[in-house]
């Protein structure tokens, strides 16, 4: 009985911290009525906690990110930030709809042939804030549905450019660095069964062209990847100096695949028909071109509105650890209990180095500037957080897995997440599942292994009943898991437990969960023209 009644006042203060069905009316979201902020999203693919040169300890290697430092100098860095799954479209599903991927229906990739997307019964972010009177435009990587109503302009964006998903879903004429290397479109029958047979790859996409959207429409496919920095930067300016000639406030999305294989760093372009140039410092040309991207945002925003343009920049989760030198770096984050038994700990795992991902604020006159916070957030509180300083009421007919960080970053308080769940994301386990929990500075798994590490090592996957329990407070590369024996682990255990239960419960019971639909069929494949071998076409402009 007095299990009951706790797990029953458990699941009233879950529904307090989680459900976010009404939004604080403190002086902040007050003050936001008259005018509303601008915000800027920058969603980095892949990168890992130590690309960030403001994370890096003195005297590591050189910063290749100047402008993303500054910015952390003049803003807010948030060190215990994580992405809320640890793969592309769960992580960015969640993000947008400030629930987890149980709830939102999206637990894994979609698919170049997909048919849908992210359900039609969840609402974006940029949805609610479009119809509240912001202009919303959408610049990168969308990877949550290109077919019909799934694609960003039927999503709350009235403006898109980019890529419907990861940049080695498609041939380019010339490809970009990956591991094993890739074909180009066209290469001609003889020649891709060759250079297929050398790379060990077969699973490349030879057939069909990486497309570039405009809209809802394919401008150029095989889209030139060397190009892309530029023609997101210039469209970005575009979004912001459209927004302030229509006096209208903006959300600025944009989703970039710099740090995702295949790198495209223009420095290191090849010219055709020669071969790649040297491979040495690929990655880091490529985080440098990004970081220079960003800080042409940061620029064009500051001269035009910069006390009132809230910037977060973050990660959709870390860096693809099997790609080798084309991957980035996790920092201490190392995962060592699974790397020492075989397998991957980044990118697809739940260990930190899979979600604890770089993130920096910056708001001139609002968020506190050179400041640092070590309080518990996750990409889920964007969704709330944004809406809470526009002064705008989600939908009160779903529950939400996200908290209002508002006090976090404009007052330096370090009220952060009190627990996180880390949802399987490809490597062990169920798609979705939530077997993996943060609680305070204690960490537990119920499931790990299964991920491949550079080299192709894949550690086997194992189940952990009682689970294992990490204090991240003395064991950041989560080396050494708590001796079971010890009280330290029992109260750890019970409380994790209690949490998982409160929370499972309430998925369980929850009438707005929604179910993705991931049918594929080859006539939802992108294609401007089909008359032409990977379906070639370009359109001038």
Request: glycine share 10%; hydrophobic share 30%.
């Amino acid at each position: 009985m007095a299990g009951s009644v706790f797990l029953l006042l458990l699941y009233g203060t879950l529904l307090c911290g989680l459900l976010f069905h009404t939004l604080s009316q403190n002086e902040d979201g007050d003050r936001t009525r008259t005018r509303r902020p601008n915000f800027i999203i920058i969603l980095a693919d892949d990168i890992g906690w130590g690309d960030l040169g403001a994370n890096q300890q003195a005297g590591q290697r050189s910063s290749q990110t100047p402008h993303l430092d500054l910015m952390a100098q003049q803003g807010m860095r948030l060190t215990d930030f994580h992405s809320p799954a640890s793969t592309c479209s769960p992580s960015r599903a969640a993000l947008l709809t400030g629930r987890h991927g149980l709830r939102n229906g999206v637990t894994h990739n979609f698919a170049v042939g997909s048919m849908g997307g992210l359900p039609l019964s969840e609402t974006t972010l940029a949805e609610i804030l479009h119809q509240d009177g912001y202009y919303t435009a959408m610049i990168g990587k969308w990877h949550l549905g290109h077919n019909g109503p799934y694609s960003p302009t039927n999503r709350g964006f009235d403006y898109y450019l980019g890529i419907p998903y990861s940049n080695d879903m498609g041939c380019t004429d010339l490809p970009g660095y990956d591991l094993p290397s890739c074909p180009p479109c066209d290469p001609g029958p003889q020649i891709l069964h060759n250079r297929l047979k050398r790379s060990g790859y077969s699973s490349c996409y030879t057939k069909v062209a990486l497309p570039l959207f405009e809209n809802g429409t394919i401008v150029e496919q095989p889209l030139d990847l060397w190009r892309l920095t530029q023609r997101y930067t210039s469209t970005a300016l575009n979004v912001i100096h459209t927004a302030r000639e229509r006096g209208q406030p903006f959300l600025l999305y944009v989703a970039l695949a710099h740090m995702h294989v295949p790198l495209f760093p223009p420095s290191h372009a090849p010219l055709p028909p020669a071969p790649h140039p040297s491979e040495g410092g690929v990655y880091t040309a490529s985080l440098r071109e990004m970081d220079g991207l960003v800080g042409a945002i940061k620029n064009a925003s500051d001269a035009l509105d910069k006390e009132n343009t809230l910037i977060w920049f973050t990660g959709d989760n870390g860096p693809w650890e099997q790609k080798c030198q084309y991957a980035g770096s996790v920092g201490p984050f190392q995962g060592k209990w699974q790397t020492s038994r075989g397998g991957g700990s980044a990118k697809r795992t739940t260990w930190e180095g899979g979600h604890r991902v770089p993130t920096v604020c910056y708001w001139p006159g609002r968020v506190p500037a050179n400041s640092t916070s070590s309080a518990l957030l996750s990409g889920l509180d964007i969704f709330p957080t944004l809406l809470s300083l526009a002064g705008v009421n989600p939908p009160s007919d779903r529950r939400y897995d996200g908290i209002d960080a508002t006090d976090v970053l404009l007052h330096g308080k370090e009220t952060g997440n009190e627990f996180l769940f880390h949802p399987n994301s490809g490597a062990a386990g169920k798609y979705g599942d939530l077997q993996t929990v943060r609680l305070g500075r204690h960490k537990a798994f119920y499931i790990t292994g299964a991920a491949e590490a550079c080299g192709g090592s894949t550690g086997r996957q194992e189940l952990h009943d009682p689970p294992l329990i990490f204090d991240l407070s003395e064991d950041e590369g989560e080396e050494t898991a708590l001796d079971p024996t010890t009280e330290e682990y029992r109260e750890v255990d019970e409380r994790v437990r209690k949490w998982r239960e409160a929370l499972l419960y309430d998925i369980a019971t929850d009438q707005s969960v929604s179910t993705a639909d991931y049918a594929t069929d080859q006539s939802a494949t992108p294609c401007c023209d089909p008359r032409h071998t990977a379906c070639r076409c370009h359109t001038p402009g």
